[in-house]
C-alpha cells in the first residue's frame, strides 16, 4: 500500500480485496480517493478554526486490472470499475459483463445501482438466458 496525503489517495496492489457488507470488489489495483469529512452538527464556525471533526472519509475507490465483483447472487467481471461512494453505484468498463439468477449481460459500460439493486448497460447489449438442463 503507498499513500498520500498531498494526493489524497491510498494506493494498494497485488491481490485486493474490498468489503463493504454484503459488496465484495477483487482486483489487481485499487486506488481510494479521500474527501475531508463534512462538519457534522450545524453549529459548526468555520472562521474559529477549529476543526473538532477533522478527519478524512473515502469518495470514490478506483478498481483496475481484473475486477470481480460480488453482491449477494449477482456477480460481475470487467477491467476497470469506479465506485461511487455518495452514490453508491459502481461504473464497470472493459468488457464488463454480470450474471445474476441464469441470465448474462454484457456491453461496453454497465452501471450498478448498489441501493436499488439494478444495472444499466449502455451501448451494444448483449443477453444470453441458460436453459433448463433436460434429460
Known sequence: MTASDEKNQAIFQGAVKMVQGELVVHSDVMIVYFKEKAPSGASSNPASGANSESGKEISY????????????ESRATSQHALYNKAEEK?????????WQTGTRISGPKMTMFLKENRSVVEGGTRVVIEGSEQN
Do not use: D, N
Not at 61 to 72: H, L, N, P, W, Y
Not at 90 to 98: C, E, F, K, N, S
Open 61 to 72: 475507490i478506483e478498481a483496475k486490472g481484473r475486477v470481480r465483483i460480488e453482491k449477494g
Open 90 to 98: 459502481i461504473i464497470l468498463t472493459g468488457t464488463p459483463v454480470a
